[in-house]
């Protein structure tokens, strides 16, 4: 049997830690996204997702939202990506990701991307 990355307590432990550590660039997105402040919509920030945790996550759209650092550039970083995608599709859930730098350089074209993603 398969053991899942994080036991569901210590899953949840983790996300907490994480919505209380947020990045620069998941604070100025979450500025935007909460309080159903784009489009209306419910968003979660450090969402645990088994054996993940979503960065940003609408339930009532199955629509994750995903910051990357530099280390997603990297090949494993990619790999590991391709592969958490895939697996959050097999459960319905739409994966969007950004670059950090797209946060910090562009906010205004993430945001409408969201919003177009969540009409």
Known sequence: MHKPFRPMLEQ??????????LTD??????HHLRNR???GRKFRR???CPPYVLDFYCPELKLAIELDGGQHYTRAGQRHDTHRDA?????????????NHEVLNNLEAVLET????CQ
């Open 12 to 21: 949840h432990q983790f996300a907490r830690h994480l919505r209380h550590n």
């Open 25 to 30: 660039c998941e604070q100025i997105l979450w």
């Open 37 to 39: 402040r784009l489009a």
């Open 46 to 48: 450090q969402h645990p």
């Open 87 to 99: 697996a959050l599709q097999k459960a319905a859930i739409r994966v969007l990701r950004f670059g």
């Open 114 to 117: 969201i919003f177009q993603a």
